[in-house]
């Protein structure tokens, strides 16, 4: 309703090209960034826009899309996924990502996003039966960690031991 109310219209915030009319027409922001079918609305141009100052359009714009996706993905969803017991399973595959990393489906809950306020409020939603705990583990860089360990390299293994950036 706000975005409306500066549009002066309605804008189907799901449309890059009603986005980007508002944006670089209506409002006349500077264009950051062109697609093949014109000027883009992704989410690094929205964030840039939006340091600019010359509009609170684009952070509201960035809101949108956040809780949509949050509530598309996962709010609407979820409550279809609890079993007779109350609980929601996800189903961790071993051999699906191209990486090789664990992946997880029905729902995927490793994509709930953690850096944003929302994203947090969600997560809360997932508790532990009695006597339960859920944990979160960060595979980050296993690989690197295993071939330091393996290899037994000092300069690795001391980046690794102090938080370092490996690279």
């Given at each position: ?13 799901k ?13 006349e ?18 964030e ?70 929302n994203?947090?409020?969600?997560r ?7 006597d ?5 583990a ?30």
């Amino acid at each position: 309703s706000e975005i409306k109310e500066v549009a002066g219209e309605d804008v189907n915030l799901k449309s890059p090209k009603q986005v980007s009319a508002l944006l670089f027409e209506k409002l006349e922001l500077p264009i950051i960034k062109k697609t093949k079918t014109g000027a883009s609305t992704d989410s690094s141009v929205l964030e840039t826009l939006k340091q600019m100052g010359e509009s609170d359009i684009p952070e509201k714009i960035i809101k949108f899309r956040e809780v949509d996706k949050l509530l598309s993905t996962y709010v609407k969803t979820l409550p279809k996924l609890v079993d007779k017991k109350g609980k929601i399973h996800t189903h961790f595959n071993q051999n699906v990502a191209a990486t090789g990393r664990l992946s997880s489906d029905k729902p995927n809950l490793q994509n709930i996003p953690i850096r944003t306020e929302n994203g947090r409020k969600l997560r809360k939603g997932f508790v532990p039966a009695k006597d339960h705990v859920l944990i979160g583990a960060d595979y980050s860089q296993v690989e690197l960690r295993i071939l330091a360990h393996f290899s037994e390299d000092e300069v690795m293994i001391s980046a690794f031991n102090n938080d370092e950036d490996i690279h």
